[in-house]
Structure formats: C-alpha cells, structure tokens
DNA sequence: ACCTGAACACCGTTCAAGT
DNA sequence: ACCTGAACACCGTTCAAGT
C-alpha cells in the first residue's frame, strides 16, 4: 500500500533529522523507509544510494553556513560577530559538521565567511598577505575552539579527573592555576575574550 | 587448522596497522580474522567485541601521545617544541586521533603535554589563571591547527576552486592578498609563525 | 515516472560444542 | 584456557516486476 507522492525533499528532511539528533549511525535505509512509510528501495529511486544521501546532506550544511551576516559598528566588532555566529551555528549541528569535515569539504564551507572577514580586515586597514593571514588566524581560531570545546563536554568521567590531577602539588605550587585548570572552562566566555584579544592583536600590529 | 596461541597483542597490531592505514570502517570482524588466519570468533574471546578492540587501540595511541620531551633553551622554545612535536605525533596517525576525538578523550590525551606547558610557562614566570590560560591557547591552537590542515589536504578539488574565487575583485582589489589566499597554504611555516607569535605574545604580556 | 518484495552479499555477535 | 562452525538478526544494494 503506497503512500502518495514520496519526495527527494521528505527523504532528506527525515534523513537530516535523524542524522543531527542520533549521529549517522543512526540512519540505515531501513530505518529511514519505515519512519516515511515507504519500501526501502523507494528512497534509492529519489536519492541513488545512502553514501549521497549523506552528500546531500552535507550539501546542505555547507549551504546554510554561508549565509554569514557581519554585525557591528568597528571592523573588529564585526570580524568577533562573525565568529561567533560561525561558532554557534557549528554548535548547532556538530553530527553533520563532523560530517562536511570526513569530506574535506570544511574549507569550500568556510569560504563566505572568509570573504566576509576579508571585507573587515580589509576595512580595519590590513592588506596582501597579512591581511590573509589574520583571515586564516581567525578561520582556525574558531574551528579548533569549537571542536575542543565539543570534546570537552562529550568527554568521559576522566581517571585521573581533572580535580584530582590539578591539585597544588601537580601544578608546582601555583594553587590558583590549578583551579584554573580544574575548573570547567566558562566556553562562552573564553571564546569571546579569546577572539577579541586575536582580533585587537591581529590588527593593531598593521604600522609594523 | 589452528595457528599456534593468536594473543591479544597480535589482534591489537594487525587491528592497529589496519585503522592506521585505512580508517576504522575497513575494520571488519571476518576480514581481520582472515589477515590473522584464525576463526572470527577467536577473536571475540581475547578482545570482546569490535567497540571494545576499537576502544583498546584509542586507549594505546592515548598512551603514545603521552609521551613528550620538551627541547630547546628557552621556556618559549620548548613551549614551541612540544607544539610542533604534538602536531607531528597527531598528524602521523590521523584516523586514531579522529577516534580518540569521537570518544571524547581528546582532553585526557593532552593533559601530559598541559603538565609539560605548565611547567615551561611558569619557568617564563606566567602564574595563576594568565598561565592556565596560556596552557590553554597552546593546546587549543595546536588541535585546531592539525584539523584544519589535515582538512585542507583531504579536500576534494573545489568548485569553485580557490583560484577563481580569489582573483583580484573578490579580493578588493588586492591583488596580494588573492595571490596569498589562493596559493596553498605552506603549512609546515605558516604553524611554526603562528604558534611562536602566539607564545610570544602570551609570554611577553605578563608584566601587564 | 514511481513503487514494490525478493534475493544477494555482506555485517557483528552469540552459543553450544569441541580440544 | 582457547578455538571452532553454525546460526541469528541485522546491514546496503540490485533487480525484475508491477502500476
């Protein structure tokens, strides 16, 4: 018995669903055909096969990150806005990021966001190959927070816990760095007041 | 027709030598079993299962990243060395390091190389929550480094390819700018410049 | 053009039986 | 203590057959 009118749309939307709340492990084509209703095979008429599913997936992703929308009165207001909407919307789907990354493709989803930061560096009064440059710093700067900063929440109870490993003794008599390092960081809070001193640096240093 | 004692290190290395070379998903039961020459269920009585196989190989290479000898005169310099050694230890087995990173365990493999940061950026004088800080940004900058690298390798030829996207009006009519952010990116230089201006920074500030 | 069930070649895992 | 083959419940995919 036939539903009507299966669509390529409804397969990835379902597919996209499941793929951000349980992670691609989750989605066997079987899986996927009783959630829609429809025979297994019905999905490879619309999409070819689960592998493209998935590209189309991915697709998406990159797609939807590149609309990156820069906010703020000072080039460096704007270069911080885009990396911290970089950051949430990476945040906001870290299965199918991980994904767009198994790809290679984290680059050609960046590439926006770089044109954005080009415009700011640019407008901050930075050219040629330093302007590049903090164009990269800042690129890795927010790729490599978000992607520690995942680790850390996803971690494991660890043995030693931190607690344990950071006492004063281990941190050679420094009792407020070991709390320091014990302590969960406050992400938020780091990732602005990192990008912000990476930005002022990047571009105070331009009359050297 | 038994093989003489198939031992749980034998497993571990011909497992190993696999992921290594082609990623965890050419993993299989019945595959490793036939490369050791033993029934597929020999296997499960010296390891448990596929998980827990995987989980010892990520538990080794945790292991093997502990390991680091800080080199160079100076605080900054062997900041800078475990940096780079870091970079070379992750970098020369990229699918064990993507699975330490899935099970959340990335924190526990770099709290060694965090006592061996502590201990240089106190030699620089640095204390308290400045130098968990610095310990930190080190850490993060490394990670971050060798994932965003290793994904510019992987990627797949671009469309649009850099070297369109990048040409003179894209880039605000700064032609060097679209030169440097066309060129591939000689990673090698570009993370020693970066990590040394980063730990000069960190470490020069903190009469502030 | 779209959907279907049957069949194929794979998986990881369990288990009773061997030595 | 260690190894085995058979069997189970899953996969993704193909294909001939339907409408």
């Known amino acids: ?52 599913l998935l590209d189309a997936l991915v697709e998406r992703t990159v797609e939807e990150l590149g609309e990156i929308q820069p906010r703020g009165r000072t080039p460096a207001a704007r270069v911080v806005s885009v990396a911290r909407t970089l950051r949430r919307e990476l945040r906001a789907r870290p299965h199918l990021i991980a994904m767009v990354h198994e790809r290679g493709l984290t680059e050609r989803m960046f590439l926006p966001a770089q044109q954005a930061l080009v415009h700011e560096v640019h407008a901050a009064g930075l050219r040629g190959a330093r302007a590049a440059q903090a164009v990269r710093a800042v690129q890795f700067q927010v790729v490599g927070y978000v992607l520690v900063e995942r680790n850390r929440e996803r971690a494991p109870r660890q043995r030693p816990a931190e607690e344990e490993l950071w006492h004063t003794a281990t941190a050679e008599q420094d009792p407020s760095l070991a709390r320091a390092l014990a302590a969960p960081a406050d992400h938020e809070r780091l990732f602005t007041v990192s990008v912000r001193a990476l930005v002022d640096g990047l571009l105070r240093d331009r009359e050297e």
């Open 1 to 52: 018995m036939a539903r009507e009118s299966l669509t390529r749309e409804e397969i990835l939307v379902a597919a996209g669903s499941l793929v951000r709340r349980h992670g691609p492990a989750a989605l066997t084509m079987r899986g996927l055909a009783a959630e829609l209703g429809t025979a297994v095979t019905s999905i490879y008429w619309h999409v070819g096969n689960r592998e493209s």
